[in-house]
Protein backbone atom coordinates (compact mmCIF):
# COMPACT_ATOMS: atom_id res chain seq x y z
CA UNK A 1 0.00 0.00 0.00
CA UNK A 2 1.27 3.64 -0.95
CA UNK A 3 0.92 5.89 2.15
CA UNK A 4 0.57 8.03 -1.07
CA UNK A 5 -2.75 7.51 -1.80
CA UNK A 6 -3.65 10.07 0.70
CA UNK A 7 -2.50 12.86 -1.58
CA UNK A 8 -4.19 11.04 -4.12
CA UNK A 9 -7.11 11.02 -2.78
CA UNK A 10 -7.33 14.77 -1.71
CA UNK A 11 -7.21 15.93 -4.92
CA UNK A 12 -9.60 13.21 -6.68
CA UNK A 13 -12.06 14.37 -3.83
CA UNK A 14 -11.95 17.75 -4.95
CA UNK A 15 -12.48 19.16 -1.57
CA UNK A 16 -9.69 20.64 0.70
CA UNK A 17 -9.19 19.07 4.21
CA UNK A 18 -10.10 20.46 7.08
CA UNK A 19 -6.62 20.87 8.83
CA UNK A 20 -3.86 21.96 7.04
CA UNK A 21 -1.40 19.71 5.05
CA UNK A 22 1.64 21.94 5.47
CA UNK A 23 2.35 20.49 8.70
CA UNK A 24 5.32 22.65 8.94
CA UNK A 25 2.23 24.97 9.77
CA UNK A 26 0.62 23.31 11.93
CA UNK A 27 1.81 25.50 15.03
CA UNK A 28 -0.15 28.65 14.14
CA UNK A 29 -3.46 27.10 13.71
CA UNK A 30 -2.78 24.85 16.54
CA UNK A 31 -2.07 28.06 18.14
CA UNK A 32 -5.46 29.49 17.41
CA UNK A 33 -7.14 27.05 18.92
CA UNK A 34 -5.45 25.76 22.37
CA UNK A 35 -6.08 27.68 25.45
CA UNK A 36 -3.35 29.63 26.99
CA UNK A 37 -2.01 27.64 29.22
CA UNK A 38 -1.69 24.40 26.94
CA UNK A 39 0.07 26.66 24.81
CA UNK A 40 2.56 27.69 27.47
CA UNK A 41 3.04 24.32 28.22
CA UNK A 42 3.15 21.94 24.99
CA UNK A 43 4.43 24.67 22.24
CA UNK A 44 7.85 26.72 23.75
CA UNK A 45 10.61 24.90 25.07
CA UNK A 46 12.91 25.56 28.20
CA UNK A 47 15.26 28.66 28.12
CA UNK A 48 15.03 30.71 25.84
CA UNK A 49 14.30 28.55 23.19
CA UNK A 50 17.78 28.03 22.02
CA UNK A 51 18.09 24.10 21.51
CA UNK A 52 14.47 24.06 19.99
CA UNK A 53 15.88 26.81 17.32
CA UNK A 54 18.51 24.49 17.12
CA UNK A 55 16.91 21.47 16.11
CA UNK A 56 15.06 23.01 13.31
CA UNK A 57 18.71 24.91 12.17
CA UNK A 58 19.86 21.39 12.10
CA UNK A 59 17.29 19.90 9.54
CA UNK A 60 17.85 22.66 7.45
CA UNK A 61 21.48 21.98 6.97
CA UNK A 62 20.81 18.57 5.72
CA UNK A 63 19.20 18.51 2.49
CA UNK A 64 18.36 15.36 0.24
CA UNK A 65 19.84 14.63 -2.50
CA UNK A 66 17.81 12.49 -5.00
CA UNK A 67 18.37 9.76 -7.08
CA UNK A 68 17.43 9.04 -10.49
CA UNK A 69 16.17 6.08 -12.80
CA UNK A 70 16.23 3.54 -9.72
CA UNK A 71 13.10 1.76 -11.05
CA UNK A 72 11.09 2.90 -8.27
CA UNK A 73 8.04 0.43 -7.39
CA UNK A 74 4.83 1.62 -8.26
CA UNK A 75 3.23 -0.58 -4.95
CA UNK A 76 6.05 0.35 -2.43
CA UNK A 77 6.36 -1.15 1.57
CA UNK A 78 7.51 1.14 3.87
CA UNK A 79 7.15 -1.55 6.66
CA UNK A 80 9.36 -2.52 9.30
CA UNK A 81 9.76 -4.35 12.27
CA UNK A 82 11.95 -2.18 15.65
CA UNK A 83 12.23 -4.60 18.67
CA UNK A 84 9.72 -7.48 18.07
CA UNK A 85 7.32 -4.26 16.80
CA UNK A 86 5.73 -4.70 13.12
CA UNK A 87 4.90 -1.27 12.04
CA UNK A 88 3.56 0.20 8.82
CA UNK A 89 6.48 2.48 8.21
CA UNK A 90 9.16 3.56 10.58
CA UNK A 91 6.93 6.15 11.90
CA UNK A 92 5.95 5.86 16.06
CA UNK A 93 4.10 8.25 18.42
CA UNK A 94 6.30 9.78 21.10
CA UNK A 95 5.45 9.69 24.79
CA UNK A 96 3.85 13.03 25.87
CA UNK A 97 2.03 13.24 28.87
CA UNK A 98 -0.91 15.35 29.80
CA UNK A 99 -3.09 15.29 26.23
CA UNK A 100 -5.85 16.25 27.67
CA UNK A 101 -4.39 19.39 27.51
CA UNK A 102 -4.60 19.65 23.97
CA UNK A 103 -8.15 17.93 23.61
CA UNK A 104 -10.81 16.35 26.30
CA UNK A 105 -10.24 12.94 24.85
CA UNK A 106 -6.40 13.13 25.09
CA UNK A 107 -4.96 9.97 24.77
CA UNK A 108 -7.45 7.77 24.33
CA UNK A 109 -8.21 9.52 20.74
CA UNK A 110 -4.31 9.44 20.26
CA UNK A 111 -4.26 6.05 20.83
CA UNK A 112 -7.14 5.41 18.80
CA UNK A 113 -5.74 6.85 15.09
CA UNK A 114 -2.30 5.61 15.72
CA UNK A 115 -3.69 1.61 16.31
CA UNK A 116 -6.00 2.59 13.50
CA UNK A 117 -3.41 2.92 11.10
CA UNK A 118 -1.13 0.50 13.07
CA UNK A 119 1.28 3.07 13.93
CA UNK A 120 3.12 2.45 17.26
CA UNK A 121 1.84 4.76 20.25
CA UNK A 122 4.16 5.12 23.40
CA UNK A 123 2.41 5.80 26.61
CA UNK A 124 3.42 8.80 28.81
CA UNK A 125 4.02 8.28 32.46
CA UNK A 126 2.55 11.74 33.08
CA UNK A 127 -0.27 10.65 30.68
CA UNK A 128 -4.25 12.12 31.53
CA UNK A 129 -5.55 8.12 30.76
CA UNK A 130 -4.08 5.18 32.59
CA UNK A 131 -2.32 2.36 30.79
CA UNK A 132 -5.93 0.14 31.39
CA UNK A 133 -7.94 2.78 29.35
CA UNK A 134 -5.29 3.04 26.66
CA UNK A 135 -4.99 -0.47 26.46
CA UNK A 136 -9.00 -1.08 25.85
CA UNK A 137 -9.09 1.99 23.25
CA UNK A 138 -6.09 1.15 21.18
CA UNK A 139 -7.38 -2.80 21.28
CA UNK A 140 -4.45 -5.10 19.91
CA UNK A 141 -2.10 -2.38 18.15
CA UNK A 142 1.64 -1.97 18.91
CA UNK A 143 2.25 0.18 22.21
CA UNK A 144 5.31 0.60 24.11
CA UNK A 145 5.43 2.26 27.61
CA UNK A 146 7.44 5.53 28.84
CA UNK A 147 8.85 5.23 32.29
CA UNK A 148 9.26 8.30 34.66
CA UNK A 149 11.40 6.31 36.86
CA UNK A 150 9.41 6.86 40.45
CA UNK A 151 11.70 7.96 43.72
CA UNK A 152 9.26 4.72 45.04
CA UNK A 153 10.34 1.43 43.95
CA UNK A 154 6.98 -0.17 44.97
CA UNK A 155 5.56 2.02 42.97
CA UNK A 156 8.17 1.54 39.79
CA UNK A 157 7.57 -1.88 39.99
CA UNK A 158 3.66 -1.53 39.79
CA UNK A 159 4.08 0.38 36.27
CA UNK A 160 5.74 -2.29 35.65
CA UNK A 161 3.71 -4.96 36.10
CA UNK A 162 0.50 -2.60 35.26
CA UNK A 163 2.00 -1.78 31.70
CA UNK A 164 3.05 -5.73 31.05
CA UNK A 165 -0.49 -6.85 31.63
CA UNK A 166 -1.68 -3.85 29.44
CA UNK A 167 0.22 -5.19 26.25
CA UNK A 168 2.85 -2.65 26.39
CA UNK A 169 5.38 -4.42 24.65
CA UNK A 170 8.46 -2.12 25.03
CA UNK A 171 9.66 -0.02 27.86
CA UNK A 172 11.36 3.42 27.08
CA UNK A 173 13.45 5.07 29.96
CA UNK A 174 13.38 8.62 29.68
CA UNK A 175 16.57 9.90 31.53
CA UNK A 176 16.45 13.69 30.68
CA UNK A 177 13.79 14.70 32.92
CA UNK A 178 15.34 13.95 35.91
CA UNK A 179 13.28 17.30 37.11
CA UNK A 180 11.82 19.94 34.96
CA UNK A 181 13.85 21.98 32.58
CA UNK A 182 13.40 26.00 33.37
CA UNK A 183 10.46 26.51 31.38
CA UNK A 184 9.48 30.47 31.41
CA UNK A 185 6.39 29.75 29.69
CA UNK A 186 5.24 27.80 32.32
CA UNK A 187 6.66 29.85 35.34
CA UNK A 188 5.44 33.22 34.03
CA UNK A 189 1.48 31.61 34.28
CA UNK A 190 2.91 29.69 37.98
CA UNK A 191 1.04 26.80 35.58
CA UNK A 192 2.10 22.91 35.91
CA UNK A 193 -0.68 20.72 35.49
CA UNK A 194 0.26 18.03 37.66
CA UNK A 195 -0.23 20.34 40.43
CA UNK A 196 -3.92 20.32 39.66
CA UNK A 197 -3.66 16.64 39.24
CA UNK A 198 -3.71 16.83 35.49
CA UNK A 199 -1.07 14.15 34.21
CA UNK A 200 -1.41 11.80 36.98
CA UNK A 201 -3.73 9.28 35.39
CA UNK A 202 -1.23 6.03 36.36
CA UNK A 203 -0.38 7.32 39.19
CA UNK A 204 -3.81 7.83 40.76
CA UNK A 205 -5.16 4.38 39.37
CA UNK A 206 -2.72 2.58 41.07
CA UNK A 207 -2.87 0.59 44.38
CA UNK A 208 -0.25 2.20 46.23
CA UNK A 209 -2.58 5.44 45.83
CA UNK A 210 -4.85 3.74 47.23
CA UNK A 211 -6.78 5.98 50.19
CA UNK A 212 -4.21 8.29 50.33
CA UNK A 213 -4.80 11.71 51.74
CA UNK A 214 -3.39 14.09 49.56
CA UNK A 215 -2.38 12.40 46.35
CA UNK A 216 -0.42 15.61 44.96
CA UNK A 217 1.30 15.91 47.53
CA UNK A 218 2.22 12.10 47.17
CA UNK A 219 2.90 12.47 43.44
CA UNK A 220 5.19 15.02 44.35
CA UNK A 221 7.66 12.80 46.23
CA UNK A 222 7.67 10.70 42.91
CA UNK A 223 9.13 13.12 41.07
CA UNK A 224 11.43 14.35 40.58
CA UNK A 225 14.35 11.83 40.68
CA UNK A 226 17.41 12.90 39.19
CA UNK A 227 19.09 10.38 41.62
CA UNK A 228 19.11 7.57 38.93
CA UNK A 229 22.71 6.20 37.86
CA UNK A 230 23.98 3.76 35.14
CA UNK A 231 24.26 0.75 37.83
CA UNK A 232 20.23 1.21 38.70
CA UNK A 233 19.45 -0.32 35.11
CA UNK A 234 19.59 -3.72 36.06
CA UNK A 235 17.00 -3.81 38.28
CA UNK A 236 14.90 -2.80 35.33
CA UNK A 237 16.17 -5.41 33.25
CA UNK A 238 15.54 -7.97 36.05
CA UNK A 239 11.59 -6.70 36.63
CA UNK A 240 10.95 -6.09 32.52
CA UNK A 241 10.38 -8.61 30.28
CA UNK A 242 10.96 -7.14 26.97
CA UNK A 243 13.01 -4.28 24.95
CA UNK A 244 14.38 -2.09 27.26
CA UNK A 245 15.08 1.35 25.02
CA UNK A 246 16.84 5.03 26.52
CA UNK A 247 15.38 8.25 25.97
CA UNK A 248 17.54 11.40 25.75
CA UNK A 249 20.72 10.26 24.81
CA UNK A 250 22.84 12.95 22.78
CA UNK A 251 26.44 11.90 23.77
CA UNK A 252 28.60 9.16 22.20
CA UNK A 253 29.67 8.15 25.43
CA UNK A 254 26.34 7.64 26.59
CA UNK A 255 25.16 5.60 23.82
CA UNK A 256 28.07 3.30 24.26
CA UNK A 257 27.27 2.93 27.90
CA UNK A 258 23.93 1.94 26.94
CA UNK A 259 25.07 -1.11 24.93
CA UNK A 260 27.67 -1.73 27.66
CA UNK A 261 24.85 -1.68 30.22
CA UNK A 262 22.59 -4.23 27.60
CA UNK A 263 20.25 -2.25 26.22
CA UNK A 264 18.33 -2.80 23.24
CA UNK A 265 17.82 0.85 22.01
CA UNK A 266 18.51 4.58 22.46
CA UNK A 267 16.24 7.37 21.11
CA UNK A 268 18.66 10.06 20.18
CA UNK A 269 16.53 13.16 21.57
CA UNK A 270 16.88 16.49 23.33
CA UNK A 271 13.21 16.16 24.42
CA UNK A 272 12.50 18.39 21.82
CA UNK A 273 14.57 21.27 23.23
CA UNK A 274 12.08 21.46 26.49
CA UNK A 275 14.63 20.44 28.90
CA UNK A 276 18.43 21.68 28.81
CA UNK A 277 18.37 25.28 26.73
CA UNK A 278 21.38 25.81 24.54
CA UNK A 279 21.54 21.61 23.72
CA UNK A 280 23.24 20.31 20.58
CA UNK A 281 20.93 19.74 17.99
CA UNK A 282 19.31 16.21 18.43
CA UNK A 283 19.93 15.73 14.42
CA UNK A 284 23.71 16.61 15.07
CA UNK A 285 23.99 14.57 17.74
CA UNK A 286 22.62 11.09 15.62
CA UNK A 287 25.03 10.27 12.62
CA UNK A 288 27.76 10.52 15.71
CA UNK A 289 25.58 7.91 17.86
CA UNK A 290 24.32 6.15 14.64
CA UNK A 291 27.91 5.27 13.50
CA UNK A 292 29.12 4.29 17.03
CA UNK A 293 26.32 1.66 18.27
CA UNK A 294 23.81 1.16 15.37
CA UNK A 295 25.57 -2.15 15.00
CA UNK A 296 24.51 -3.22 18.74
CA UNK A 297 21.65 -1.15 19.48
CA UNK A 298 18.72 0.38 17.66
CA UNK A 299 18.82 4.01 17.43
CA UNK A 300 15.64 5.61 17.37
CA UNK A 301 15.07 9.29 17.09
CA UNK A 302 13.00 12.19 17.95
CA UNK A 303 13.00 16.16 18.09
CA UNK A 304 12.16 18.84 16.16
CA UNK A 305 10.48 16.17 12.91
CA UNK A 306 7.64 18.29 11.34
CA UNK A 307 6.98 16.48 7.68
CA UNK A 308 7.96 13.54 5.95
CA UNK A 309 11.14 15.45 4.44
CA UNK A 310 12.13 15.79 8.18
CA UNK A 311 11.53 11.72 8.81
CA UNK A 312 13.53 10.94 5.35
CA UNK A 313 16.65 13.06 6.78
CA UNK A 314 17.12 11.23 10.17
CA UNK A 315 16.58 7.71 8.39
CA UNK A 316 19.51 8.56 6.30
CA UNK A 317 21.87 10.24 9.06
CA UNK A 318 21.03 6.72 10.94
CA UNK A 319 17.78 6.08 12.83
CA UNK A 320 15.83 3.38 12.64
CA UNK A 321 12.56 5.08 13.08
CA UNK A 322 11.24 8.80 14.01
CA UNK A 323 9.17 9.68 16.83
CA UNK A 324 6.50 12.24 15.78
CA UNK A 325 5.88 14.76 18.97
CA UNK A 326 4.14 17.93 18.71
CA UNK A 327 2.68 17.48 15.25
CA UNK A 328 0.74 14.48 17.06
CA UNK A 329 -0.86 17.19 19.93
CA UNK A 330 -1.57 20.11 17.13
CA UNK A 331 -3.24 17.46 15.08
CA UNK A 332 -5.25 16.37 18.40
CA UNK A 333 -5.95 20.25 19.28
CA UNK A 334 -7.35 20.80 15.61
CA UNK A 335 -9.51 17.90 15.64
CA UNK A 336 -9.06 15.31 18.26
CA UNK A 337 -8.86 11.70 16.84
CA UNK A 338 -9.77 12.59 13.27
CA UNK A 339 -6.49 15.39 13.70
CA UNK A 340 -4.41 13.09 14.96
CA UNK A 341 -5.48 10.84 12.09
CA UNK A 342 -4.92 13.80 9.78
CA UNK A 343 -1.40 14.42 10.78
CA UNK A 344 -0.24 10.85 10.52
CA UNK A 345 -2.09 10.31 7.39
CA UNK A 346 0.32 13.49 5.72
CA UNK A 347 3.23 12.06 7.62
CA UNK A 348 3.25 8.75 6.50
CA UNK A 349 2.39 10.14 2.69
CA UNK A 350 5.20 12.75 2.72
CA UNK A 351 7.65 10.46 3.57
CA UNK A 352 6.34 7.59 0.73
CA UNK A 353 6.38 10.20 -1.48
CA UNK A 354 9.89 12.21 -0.64
CA UNK A 355 11.53 8.23 -0.32
CA UNK A 356 9.99 7.74 -4.28
CA UNK A 357 11.16 10.88 -5.43
CA UNK A 358 14.22 10.42 -3.88
CA UNK A 359 14.92 6.44 -5.92
CA UNK A 360 13.48 4.55 -2.99
CA UNK A 361 10.76 1.56 -3.14
CA UNK A 362 11.57 1.18 0.37
CA UNK A 363 13.09 2.95 4.04
CA UNK A 364 15.90 0.41 4.06
CA UNK A 365 19.86 2.14 3.25
CA UNK A 366 19.37 5.31 3.01
CA UNK A 367 22.58 6.44 4.10
CA UNK A 368 24.00 8.47 1.47
CA UNK A 369 20.58 10.01 0.72
CA UNK A 370 21.64 13.56 2.75
CA UNK A 371 24.22 16.11 2.47
CA UNK A 372 24.86 19.04 4.72
CA UNK A 373 24.19 21.96 2.34
CA UNK A 374 26.89 24.05 1.09
CA UNK A 375 24.33 26.85 0.56
CA UNK A 376 21.52 26.86 3.12
CA UNK A 377 18.10 29.06 2.76
CA UNK A 378 17.01 30.35 5.86
CA UNK A 379 14.21 29.12 7.65
CA UNK A 380 10.67 29.25 6.25
CA UNK A 381 9.49 32.49 4.76
C1 LIG B 1 3.50 18.49 25.83
C2 LIG B 1 4.62 17.50 25.79
C3 LIG B 1 4.67 16.51 26.74
C4 LIG B 1 5.71 15.59 26.74
N1 LIG B 1 5.71 14.59 27.66
C5 LIG B 1 6.67 13.65 27.60
C6 LIG B 1 6.63 12.56 28.49
O1 LIG B 1 5.72 12.44 29.29
N2 LIG B 1 7.62 11.65 28.42
C7 LIG B 1 8.66 11.76 27.52
O2 LIG B 1 9.55 10.92 27.49
N3 LIG B 1 8.71 12.80 26.65
C8 LIG B 1 7.73 13.72 26.66
N4 LIG B 1 7.76 14.73 25.76
C9 LIG B 1 8.85 14.80 24.77
C10 LIG B 1 8.50 13.99 23.50
O3 LIG B 1 8.50 12.62 23.74
C11 LIG B 1 9.55 14.26 22.39
O4 LIG B 1 10.82 13.95 22.88
C12 LIG B 1 9.53 15.69 21.91
O5 LIG B 1 8.21 16.18 21.81
C13 LIG B 1 10.21 15.78 20.56
O6 LIG B 1 10.32 17.12 20.16
P1 LIG B 1 9.33 17.79 19.09
O7 LIG B 1 7.98 17.76 19.65
O8 LIG B 1 9.85 19.17 18.96
O9 LIG B 1 9.46 16.99 17.82
C14 LIG B 1 6.73 15.66 25.75
C15 LIG B 1 6.66 16.66 24.78
C16 LIG B 1 5.62 17.57 24.78
C17 LIG B 1 5.56 18.61 23.70
C1 LIG C 1 6.11 13.10 35.83
C2 LIG C 1 6.24 14.57 35.78
C3 LIG C 1 7.11 15.12 34.69
C4 LIG C 1 6.43 15.06 33.42
C5 LIG C 1 7.05 15.92 32.41
C6 LIG C 1 6.30 15.77 31.16
C7 LIG C 1 7.24 16.02 30.04
O1 LIG C 1 8.03 15.19 29.70
C8 LIG C 1 7.24 17.30 29.38
O2 LIG C 1 6.40 18.14 29.68
O3 LIG C 1 8.13 17.51 28.54
Redesign the pocket.
Known sequence: MNFSDQQLGIYLGGKAPEITTDLAGLEEHARQVLSPEALG??VPSAGSGAT?RA?RAAFDRYRIVPRMLRGVARERDLSCEILGTRMPAPLMV?????QK?AHPEGELATVRAAAALGVPYVH????THSFEEVAQAGGDAPRWY?L?WPTSEQVCLSFLARAKAAGFSAL?L?LD?GLLGWRPADLDRAFLPFLNGVGLANYLTDPNFEGVDNPVLHWAQMFPNPGLSWDDLPFLRRHWDGPIVL??IVSREDAVLAAEYGMDGVIV?N????QVDGGIAALDALPGIADLVGDRLTVLF?????NGADAVKALALGARAV?????V?YGLALGGQAGVDHVLRCLLGELDITLALSGHSDAHDLRGLVSVASSTVGPRD
Do not use: C, E, F, W
Request: net charge positive.
Open positions: YIANAPMGVLSTAAQYVTTKGSHGGRDSGVRLIGRPL
